[in-house]
């Protein structure tokens, strides 16, 4: 490594994000990286910087912060040459969990990056009709899940990993199957009724929430996660082993893999790495090869 560019997000981690994009880039000075850093004044801004950045040439686009800047970085490295570095200031960090970095050391998250031990990875992309696709890392989400994420969404009040707990109770009292039109690969569209329909191109979701406990980012396909019980009870017993991924044990969820699926549900947003997406209906695939990302070396 000889240059990266540092997209940092001072915001994330409740203030986090900017302390560690500090010690980061210090560090990579210590190591005689040039750095350039690409803070913008909103999304779509820092969006716009990243695309310079790249058609200038880095050797890495580093991310400071946490699942949601990590989304948008995606964007516009899907598909290409240019690997991504992750320092993890999040609140979920759910790729820098899968992907073994250090979440508390934004110094030793810094030395993976100058190591520079690639890994080829694949990628979901998410098509909805008549906009752009949208590239996500981690899972996508409808059902229960997004409707949890819109009501977080909404509230100012409290902060962190509490308010999407609070959340989450809230919405279970408001508890329903949901009418899905299910399109898996090229069979048969599956008209059913569940609570909620996961896609997983790595195992979690939520801060920790290992919704596809199976994914393996690599294999060219999406793990599927359904639920399918409409009892408060059983979805709070249900809801602890989500963090082991024993969930999927019991008989109320129902796994499977795909390469591409149709997903229909009215009323219903799709969330995919904890941003909102959009809408149903979507088209969601597993596209192999789309990123190269950087992890801790092999041995």
């Given at each position: ?106 110094a030793a998250a810094a030395d993976v990056v100058a190591a520079g031990w690639a890994e ?180």
């Amino acid at each position: 490594m000889e240059r990266v560019s540092v997209l940092a997000n001072p915001t994330s981690g409740h203030g986090n994000g900017e302390h560690a994009a500090e010690v980061a880039i210090t560090r990579f000075h210590q190591l005689g990286i040039d750095v350039r850093a690409v803070v913008g004044r909103d999304a779509a801004h820092a969006r716009e910087l990243v695309d310079e950045e790249l058609a200038a040439g880095t050797d890495a686009m580093v991310v400071v912060g946490g699942d949601g800047i990590i989304h948008l970085a995606l964007q516009s490295l899907a598909g290409g040459d240019v690997p991504l570095g992750i320092i993890p200031a999040g609140t979920g960090n759910d790729h820098a969990r899968e992907f073994g970095l250090p979440t508390k050391d934004p110094a030793a998250a810094a030395d993976v990056v100058a190591a520079g031990w690639a890994e080829t990875i694949d990628l979901g992309r998410v098509d909805r009709d008549g906009a752009p696709p949208t590239w996500f890392g981690s899972v996508m989400a409808s059902g229960f899940d997004s409707l949890v994420s819109d009501r977080t969404n909404r509230m100012t009040w409290p902060h962190g990993r509490m308010r999407y707990n609070l959340a989450i109770v809230a919405e279970l009292t408001k508890l329903r199957m949901l009418h899905y039109r299910l399109t898996f690969d090229d069979g048969d569209p599956i008209e059913t009724d569940l609570t909620l329909v996961a896609f997983g191109n790595t195992r979690s979701y939520g801060g920790g929430m290992r919704i596809c406990p199976g994914a393996d980012r690599s294999d060219g396909l999406l793990d599927v996660t359904m639920t399918n019980s409409a009892s408060r009870l059983k979805l709070i017993t249900l809801f602890p082993k989500v963090f082991s991924g024993k969930h999927v044990e019991l008989d109320e969820v129902i796994t499977t893999r795909v390469r591409t699926a149709r997903v229909e549900c009215p009323g219903i947003n799709a969330y995919a790495d904890g941003e909102l997406i959009g809408p149903l209906p979507v088209t969601v695939s597993a596209v192999p090869g789309a990123l190269r990302v950087i992890l801790p070396p092999v041995g």
